[in-house]
């Protein structure tokens, strides 16, 4: 079993920056690649950023690429995600989530928290 607890959202202006942690408790948190999705009002849950458990490659949506950096620091049990020129349309939900067979797919990560709101306003 993995618990995982994000925090570091908040209300942010266009352009500016925020980093989301996620802490991990639980056996095994190197083992694990690490993901962060994201929902935003009325929209389905889309993944974000990824980092694999062993190499540390990480792979992302086309929207955030070259603004967004995830990472992870497997000796805290905590995976990161950097968000800098943070747009409008970046407000939502975003939720860490642990497992992951495929990069993409919600389904294929065991485990999740419970999110953490950004709102990033015009």
């Known amino acids: 079993q993995v618990q995982l607890v994000e925090s570091g959202g908040g209300l942010v202006q266009a352009g500016g920056s925020l980093r989301l942690s996620c802490a991990a408790s639980g056996r095994a948190f190197s083992s694990y690649a690490m993901a962060w999705f994201r929902q935003a009002p009325g929209k389905e849950r889309e993944f974000v950023a990824r980092?694999?458990?062993?190499?540390?490659?990480?792979y992302y949506t086309d929207s955030v690429k070259g603004r967004f950096t995830i990472s992870r620091d497997n000796a805290k049990n905590t995976v990161y995600l950097q968000m800098n020129s943070l747009k409008p349309e970046d407000t939502a939900v975003y939720y860490c989530a642990a497992g992951g067979l495929f990069i993409n797919r919600e389904t294929s990560y065991n485990y999740w928290g419970q999110g953490t709101q950004v709102t990033v306003s015009s």
């Open positions: 980092v694999d458990s062993f190499t540390g490659r990480t």
